[in-house]
């Protein structure tokens, strides 16, 4: 089955610089991307998405970068603000069996002011 | 947005009892829901798929008969902690797929997760 491994567990970056979180995945089917956040006690929240037929996608000062060829997606957040502190997570799916996610292991950012 | 919610937020649960938990899509139908269990500061772990009007399917490496899934409506599935053990004790997050858009989006929805003690 699909395995996804994201990295790194934690980040600490300093109010206005840029975070880069990178997850790799196995199973080359997998064709959809998401990447969540979740605040503490929360319910995780979708931030930005990408499917397999494109390259980079960006809104505003949150961008995910797709190489289907070496199976990896990155999150890049640019301009860092404290509410961006969360914990990030990635995830992948085929699409199949109900579009079931499977996802990494979470990426715990803390940005500083 | 789809709205989902989950009761109860938090219980706590004497070992071997069996504790019931629900998840609602409040606005939309949904054939399929999914299971995660959330250790802290861990990541979600999808436990299984709930399927309208037929059988839960499970990941590998969870235990069908501890973990009884009965999804009763195309609102409602019911994820059922049978003879709890304190090693049960973990948050328990349901999520409703809204399904692909034409755009390519994809977006699960979660409810807000039910915290677990068993004691």
């Known amino acids: 089955g699909e395995n996804v491994e994201q990295h790194p567990s934690t980040l600490s970056v300093q109010e206005g610089d840029s975070a880069v979180i990178k997850c790799t995945y196995s199973d080359s089917a997998s064709n959809y991307f998401p990447w969540y956040k979740q605040e503490l006690g929360k319910r995780p929240q979708l931030i930005i998405d990408?499917?397999?037929?494109?390259g980079e996608k960006k809104d505003q000062r949150i961008a995910v970068t797709l190489n289907k060829t070496a199976k990896h997606f990155s999150l890049h957040i640019t301009e860092t603000q404290p509410e961006d502190s969360a914990v990030y997570f990635c995830?992948?799916?085929?699409?199949?069996?109900?579009?079931?996610?499977?996802f990494g292991q979470g990426t715990e950012l803390s940005v500083k002011p | 947005g789809a709205v989902v919610s989950q009761h109860p937020s938090r219980v706590i649960c004497k070992s071997g009892t069996s504790v019931k938990i629900e998840c609602r899509s409040l606005?939309?139908?949904?054939?399929?829901m999914f299971w995660y269990r959330q250790f802290p500061k861990k990541s979600l772990m999808l436990m299984a798929t709930?399927?309208?009007?037929?059988?839960?399917?499970?990941e590998q490496g969870v235990e069908k008969d501890k973990f009884l899934i009965n999804h009763a409506s195309l609102t409602l599935s019911t994820l059922t902690v049978t003879s709890a053990h304190p090693e049960d004790s973990s948050f328990y997050i349901c999520?409703?797929?809204?399904?692909?858009?034409?755009?390519?989006?994809?977006?699960?929805?979660f409810g807000p997760g039910t915290r677990l003690t068993v004691t």
């Open positions: 990408i499917r397999s037929n494109v």
């Open positions: 999520s409703v797929p809204m399904g692909f858009t034409s755009s390519g989006r994809s977006e699960q929805y």
């Open positions: 709930s399927n309208e009007g037929s059988k839960a399917t499970y």
């Open positions: 995830a992948a799916s085929t699409g199949n069996q109900g579009g079931k996610l499977i």
């Open positions: 606005d939309f139908q949904a054939t399929t």
